[in-house]
Each structure stands twice: as structure tokens, then as C-alpha cells.
């Protein structure tokens, strides 16, 4: 019989069913968010057109050991191809021995039934007909596969013979709160009940455990492992046994880790091996049949003597533990067979014979064991690089005591290193060679093996190089301290090997001396320090656009002190501006480019490398663009003062470069001079109409009024001013008369006078923003009439006619006040009485 997975899988199978029946998109949408919210096991049990089912069920549940109800109330998901009522009887009508349900009343029929219904069962996945691709192949709770058909609708086909009709999903995508239903036409039949049909006698079909596991595809290598070590009689007498039985996936990744040495079982072929596998076996094998039901914690004795599996909870179910550090994920339970029960896991199980053994066998030198080991090679590559007898030396008889670090370890000290290391290789002069060999003795500990528990907390070891190493265990892990600031930490300890052992850590070990030859091999110019480093980047950008010869300058002899300014600052920079400048590359004309060189130089100290050290507070240093910045040292953190009211802050300090010093600042620096070339003043009220377009007749009538009102507008104000749009003294123009085409024709002393009367109603002595404007505020105007103020949607200002102005644009900031465009000419009392004679 194929493996069978547990029969809690059903359970989902036939609660779900009952979602499908009760569920009429239609008509019943509530019904169906009910049943939605219920579990699997809920909805069945209360619809009475699953009797088929609920009768499975129960029949089921039945053996011992049996447990659908309760798993199928579990979170799942399953995806459930379920046969209606009329499905099953037509199976029984096909069954000469089984014409109801209830006839399946043996534990051997019962486990039948449990097989054509667990391969109704997917686990793990609710799988919507849209997530569903003609001559798709799905594996089934049972083991076996239904391939999927999509022609004409929606066909699930079993193992029956192809001229066999498929089942027909007649209802598709039924939601229970723990997985999706598919409601067909017929039940399924997986090959291992077609076998049992064929012989005649379905009761006969369960075989032993052996024949489970030639049954069953992914236990092929367990199958040949069970013959190879001669177990297939123990496994196939009368029992009972319990089997927890590795995939073909577990035995390959156990090859794997057993090197190549073991590709396959064939190499277990010395008396040696041949025993280790039978012990192997042996600790796979309870004497009693234990279903998963009857899993609990805590220890159990194999059929390997003196050696016991831990069975350890873990969530809703178990994982399997052995002499490892690893545990065995149960992934299929409850497969029976007449002696037994099996169930699958995804790891080998291994005692500590077998650890022991293949310890054993593995031992290999030092050397050996870095080239053996994959994330080593970068190591290896190092000892044959540095062309100082390493590798004979490592292996030669010891006992050594070797750090090694992983190849991430070594591309981590090659990307500190820059780009003049991009690889090991790149070590090839006899000064590199001799670094190379200065960092690699620094690794090695001769005369002794120090395995872990030889370690102690503050020890120091002398290394082969000469310098110390320091051991700190702290929280279970062994680090060890280098001349940096950063330990190693020993990620894979006593790796045993036969002249020492070997410790695996995440990090190069460097010692003082080779950190000063490195900082003398790596100081570049200022320029280049810039280049590599990416929060400068745009500082690099911005010496470039200037265009003025700075890269080559900073590239100079020196020294000079850079105050740097990050990307962000550059940025904040940029955002300043406006949207003139989006980037850097918009400094382009001959003045832009001016002010960004003005800009760069006053970042410059030229003639001296002035660390934070040298800098004292209240200090005024000249810059290369030749005004000062200050030095503000506060909470230990230095400040730069630039001509702006916010100072920039030292971020990074003291990065040492071959032609002077960097420090790193968050802002970049501005000197009065480019803030009065980036700050015009702000223009006054004139000037301010006489810049927009749709205010030059306003401009217009102030000068025809001839009174003096564009030098009062251009004096100290301050002043509110209700600017009127062009369109607004058109409007007004109109309403004149033919007398009055344009301004112009306000021409004698007693029209100028009137039009500096309605000129002088729009403005209001001191500065009023329309934040500072309440509803039906009262505004004095110089003219001597009120306005007022109405908010409502917006701002109007209302006159003395019986139309208020709208305020189309407000608060205009001038430097003597603030400008309101409004489109209507305000009326005073004696325009209204000309606009509207005899009223």
C-alpha cells in the first residue's frame, strides 16, 4: 500500500464539502460568510447532504489511534476535491462486498476507506480553481498524484485507466476558515486501491513495513539501505514496529555532509561501515507500534541498544531528536502496514556511534580540512599567496591551534582594503607577500591544541606572528580580540584535525603591526578619500561641475583641512534654492558656476592639516574663499560657524589623508558672500505690483493719481494692500461710461483726485496676513472709509457696494508690507453714488 499521511487530512475533506453544499452564491451569501467563518469539522457535521461523509468520517475514526475530527478542526490549510453523495454510491455499487458504509467495519477496511479518502486531501495549500493549470500533477495527503485537466471545465483524474472518466468539479472555491473545497462528481482512486480491486481482495492489501517502503517512491534509498544491511526480514516479521522512515531528500543531504567520500550507499562497503549503517537503520525502529496520536515527550528506547530518540513537542505536532544538533521534521504520519506503522521524516537519524564514526573517519590535517571545507577556500588560497611554507608547515605533525576565517571574512578585509585589493592575488609584491604572512601567523597558535574547553575568559595566547590574541566568552561563544576594535567570534568550534584544531571564525584577525603598515599603504589624497567614500559623492560632483580646477588642487601637495559636507547636506543645499536647482549639474552658466566655486573654497583651510585636536573653541580660521569660520565646540561635539544662523556639525572627524585631513560636516558651509548673492532684498509694494503682469494697470493708476502714492507704497510702511487685477480696473473702466476708456482719461486735477481716493481705499496701515483676518473684521483704510473682512470659502473684502471682492492671491510678502490681489476694484461711497445716480 502506498504511504498514507494522517487521517486528519479527511476530516478537512468532508467539513468542507458541507461549505460547497450550503453555500448558493445567489441566494445565500450570509450562509455562506457562516460558514466561511466556521471550521471544516463544524460545517459537515451540521449538513445533512454530507451523510456519505459524515458516515466516512465516523467510520474512520473508528481505528485506534484516529484522530480526523480533531485535526481537521486544526488551522490547516487543505485544499479538498470532494465527492458528493452520489459519488460515493456509486463506488458501492461498484464494490461487490460494500454496499454502505458501514460495511468498511474492520481496522483493515477502515484503513482502506482512510486511503481513497486522504487522497481526496492536499496538504499545506488552499488552492483556488484560478491557481489551478491544465496537466498539473498534485501530490495528495495519501502520496499518490491526481493531475488536473481543464478542458471543457474543471477535471480531476485519478490512477483508473485513461478511457475511466475524470471527476468533474461541479463546485468550485468553497472557503472554510481552514482551507478551500472543490466539490466532484465521483471519488478518486489512488493506484494502491485499483492494486487491491485487481487482486480480488481488498483486505489483503496491506503489506508489511517493508513493503511499504517499496511502495513508497521517496523511501527508495531507505529501501536499498533496509537491503543492503540485511534488515528486510527483521522488517517484514511480525512486529509490531514503529519506523520513522528518512526521505530519499534525507539520505542525499546526509551524503552530502559525509563528503566525497559518500556518494551513494555503495561506498558504505568495509565491515566498519556496513555496521554503521545497520546501527543507522537499527535507531530508526521502535519495538511497538506508536501512532502519531500516541506521540508524547520525552525519550524512547530503538531497536539499537542502550540508545533512545527524543521526542520533543513542537507546536501542534513533534520533531524527532537524535545524538545531532539538528532535529527530524515528521512529515507524514500514520502510514500502516500489518506489522506496523511508519512515518516519514526529513533527516536521518543519527546515534552517536555514527557520529563518532564518521568523526572518525573525516579526520584530516589542518590543510586538509581548510581545503575540504568550502567557505575555507579563501584561506587555503591565502597560504598558498603568502609562498611562505604555510601549507607544509600546517601540515606538518603539529599540534597547531588554527583561527580560520571564513572566505565572507576574507572579502570583508578585501573591501577595507579598496580597490587596489579585489582579490588575494593582489598580494604579489614581497612587501604585500610579507603582510600577508604577518596576518596568517597571527592565526596560528604552535605547539598545542586548544580546543574550546581548553579556552578560558581574559586568557592571551601567544600566536606564531608574535602578537597576542585575547579569548572573551560571553554568552556561550568563544571571540577572539585582535589589535581592531571588532572580535572574532568562533562560529564552528573543535574541528578536530590530526596534528591540532580548528576553530571557524566570522572575521580576519589583524595585529598592530600589520594595522600600521596598512594605514600607511592605504592613506590616499583628499580627492580620493572623497571619491570612496559614497555620503560624499556629491561633494565629488560639485568640484567636478565647478570647473575650476579644484580636483586637481585637493589632489596637491598641501596640506589642507576639508570641511566636508555629506550628500544630505548637499541636498538640504539644493532644496534651499528652489527649483532652479535640482541638481548640481543646474550650476551651469559662468555665475553659477562662480558662486559654487565661492561656495567649495570656503570649505578649504589651505597650509595646514588641522585635526579636532589642534581646534579650540571661540578659534577663527581663514578659508581658501577668504572669509572665516568659527569653531564652536560643544558636548564634545565641534560645530563650524558660517555667515548663516545655523551652525554644521563635525559628523566625522580626523580621516587622515596623505595631503592633509577630512572632516566629515552635515551642512554645507555658506559665507556672506554668496548669501547676498543667493538673498536679494526683498522688493516693496511697488515694486512688487510693477513684477506682475496682471497688476500694471494698478501700477498705471498710481502713477495717473499724480499724489504722490508710488513713494508712499515704496516707504517704510508698514502697509496691507488690496491690489486690484487688470481685469478687475477693466471691469471698473466698463462701468464708467464712455467717458472713461482707459486711466489715462482720469486727466483733470478733480479726476486724479478721485482716483487717488479710490486708490488710497485699498490700502490699510500695518501688515495684515490673511491668517491674522477674522469674519467681518473691520479694516480702516487710508482713505478713511471701512473695509471689512468676510471668511467664507475663502477671503472677500467688502466695500460700500453690494458686491465683495475675492482675494485671488493672498499674502504677497513685500519688504514693507504685505500685497492681496483681488478681482474687483474696491468702491467707496462716492463711486457707488456715481455708479448708481439717483439711488
Not at 591 to 599: G, I, N, R, T
Not at 637 to 652: G, S
Amino acid at each position: 500500500m502506498k504511504k498514507v499521511v494522517s487521517f486528519k487530512s479527511l476530516l478537512a475533506l468532508l467539513a468542507i464539502v458541507f461549505v460547497a453544499w450550503s453555500c448558493d452564491n445567489d441566494e445565500n451569501d450570509e450562509t455562506a460568510k457562516a460558514a466561511i467563518e466556521k471550521n471544516i469539522v463544524e460545517t459537515a457535521v451540521g449538513n445533512d447532504a454530507l451523510q456519505s461523509l459524515v458516515a466516512a468520517l465516523t467510520s474512520a475514526d473508528n481505528n485506534e489511534g484516529t484522530d480526523l475530527i480533531g485535526t481537521l478542526s486544526g488551522e490547516g490549510p487543505f485544499t479538498v476535491f470532494a465527492p458528493t453523495d452520489a459519488a460515493f454510491a456509486a463506488l458501492l455499487e461498484s464494490l461487490d462486498d460494500f454496499d454502505s458504509l458501514e460495511d468498511f467495519d474492520t481496522p483493515e477496511e477502515r484503513a482502506i476507506l482512510t486511503t481513497i479518502l486522504t487522497y481526496h486531501v492536499v496538504s499545506g495549500v488552499a488552492a483556488k480553481s484560478s491557481d489551478l493549470s491544465g496537466g498539473q500533477m498534485i501530490s495528495t495527503v495519501q502520496g499518490e498524484d491526481v493531475t488536473v485537466s481543464l478542458e471543457g471545465g474543471v477535471f480531476i483524474k485519478d490512477k483508473q485507466a485513461e478511457e475511466v472518466a475524470a471527476a468533474k468539479v461541479v463546485i468550485a472555491d468553497v472557503e472554510a476558515s481552514n482551507g478551500v473545497v472543490h466539490v466532484i462528481d465521483k471519488v478518486l482512486l489512488p493506484q494502491a486501491i485499483i492494486d487491491a480491486l485487481n487482486s480480488g481482495d481488498m483486505t489483503n492489501e496491506m503489506g508489511t513495513l517493508v513493503d511499504v517502503v517499496v511502495a513508497t517512491e521517496a523511501l527508495s534509498i531507505l529501501e536499498a539501505a533496509v537491503i543492503k544491511a540485511g534488515l528486510a526480514e527483521t522488517l517484514s516479521s511480525e512486529g509490531p514496529f514503529t519506523v520513522f522512515a528518512p526521505t530519499d531528500d534525507a539520505f542525499v543531504a546526509l551524503l552530502e555532509v559525509l563528503g566525497d567520500d559518500y556518494n551513494g550507499l555503495d561506498d558504505f562497503d568495509t565491515e566498519a561501515e556496513m555496521a554503521l549503517l545497520k546501527d543507522i537503520l537499527l535507531y530508526h525502529v521502535i519495538a511497538a507500534k506508536v501512532m502519531a496520536a500516541d506521540l508524547a515527550p520525552g525519550s524512547v528506547g530503538t531497536a539499537l541498544a542502550e540508545n533512545s530518540l527524543e521526542i520533543i513537542a513542537s507546536g501542534d505536532t513533534f520533531t524527532i531528536g537524535d545524538a545531532s544538533g539538528t532535529d527530524a521534521n515528521i512529515t507524514a504520519t500514520d502510514i500502516m502496514a500489518s506489522n506496523g506503522v511508519a512515518h516519514t521524516i526529513d533527516k536521518v537519524l543519527l546515534p552517536q556511534s555514527a557520529i563518532d564514526f564518521v568523526a572518525t573517519l573525516s579526520l584530516k590535517s589542518i590543510v586538509d580540512t581548510a581545503i575540504a571545507t568550502d567557505d575555507l577556500s579563501l584561506l587555503v588560497d591565502a597560504l598558498i599567496q603568502a609562498d611562505a611554507g604555510l601549507v607544509e608547515t600546517l601540515n606538518g605533525d603539529g599540534p597547531f591551534t588554527v583561527f580560520a576565517p571564513t572566505n565572507q571574512a576574507f572579502a570583508d578585509l578585501l573591501d577595507v582594503l579598496g580597490d587596489d585589493f579585489n582579490s588575494l592575488s593582489d598580494f604579489d609584491t614581497e612587501a604585500e607577500k610579507a603582510l600577508l604572512v604577518k596576518v596568517l601567523t597571527y592565526h596560528v597558535v604552535a605547539g598545542t591544541a586548544a580546543f574550546s574547553t581548553d579556552l578560558s575568559n581574559g586568557q592571551n595566547i601567544e600566536t606564531f606572528q608574535g602578537e597576542n590574541v585575547g579569548i572573551n566568552l560571553k554568552d556561550g561563544t568563544v571571540h577572539i580580540i585582535d589589535a581592531t576594535e571588532t572580535n572574532a567570534a568562533v562560529i564552528a568550534a573543535d574541528v578536530k584535525a590530526t596534528n591540532g584544531v580548528v576553530h571557524i571564525i566570522d572575521k580576519v584577525l589583524l595585529p598592530q603591526e600589520v594595522l600600521d603598515l596598512l594605514a600607511e599603504m592605504s592613506l590616499q589624497t583628499i580627492v580620493e578619500i572623497a571619491v570612496a567614500t559614497d555620503d560624499l559623492s556629491l561633494l565629488v560632483g560639485a568640484l567636478g561641475q565647478a570647473d575650476a580646477g579644484l580636483v586637481e588642487t585637493l589632489n596637491g601637495t598641501g596640506p589642507f583641512t576639508v570641511f566636508a559636507p555629506t550628500n544630505a547636506a548637499f541636498v538640504d543645499l539644493l532644496n534651499a534654492l528652489g527649483d532652479d536647482f535640482n541638481s548640481l549639474a543646474d550650476f551651469d552658466t559662468e555665475a553659477e558656476k562662480s558662486l559654487l566655486v565661492k561656495v567649495l573654497t570656503y570649505h578649504v583651510v589651505a597650509g595646514t592639516a588641522a585635526f579636532s585636536t589642534d581646534l579650540s573653541d571661540g578659534q577663527n580660521i581663514e578659508t581658501f574663499q577668504g572669509e572665516n569660520v568659527g569653531i564652536n565646540i560643544k558636548d564634545g561635539t565641534v560645530h563650524i560657524v558660517d555667515a548663516t544662523e545655523t551652525n554644521a556639525a563635525v559628523i566625522a572627524a580626523d580621516i587622515k589623508a596623505s595631503n592633509g585631513v577630512v572632516h566629515v560636516i552635515n551642512k554645507v558651509l555658506l559665507p556672506q558672500e554668496v548669501l547676498d548673492i543667493l538673498n536679494p532684498p526683498v522688493p516693496n509694494i511697488v515694486e512688487t505690483a510693477q513684477s506682475v503682469q496682471d497688476l500694471s494697470l494698478l501700477v498705471e493708476a498710481l502713477i495717473q493719481a499724480d499724489a504722490g502714492l508710488v513713494g508712499v507704497l515704496s516707504g517704510d510702511g508698514p502697509f496691507t494692500v488690496f491690489a486690484p487685477s487688470n481685469a478687475a480696473f477693466a471691469a471698473l473702466l466698463d462701468a464708467l461710461g464712455n467717458d472713461y476708456h482707459s486711466l489715462a482719461d482720469f486727466d483733470t486735477a478733480q479726476e486724479k483726485a478721485l482716483l487717488a481716493r479710490v486708490l488710497t481705499y485699498h490700502v490699510v496701515p500695518g501688515a495684515a496676513a490673511s491668517t491674522d483676518l477674522s469674519n467681518h473684521q473691520e479694516l480702516v483704510t487710508v482713505q478713511g472709509e471701512s473695509l471689512f473682512a468676510i471668511l467664507n470659502h475663502g477671503v472677500q473684502i467688502r466695500d460700500k457696494s453690494a458686491v465683495d471682492a475675492n482675494v485671488t492671491t493672498a499674502d504677497v510678502i513685500a519688504s514693507n508690507g504685505i500685497v492681496h490681489i483681488v478681482d474687483k476694484v474696491l468702491q467707496t461711497q462716492e463711486i457707488v453714488d456715481i455708479l448708481n445716480p439717483g439711488h
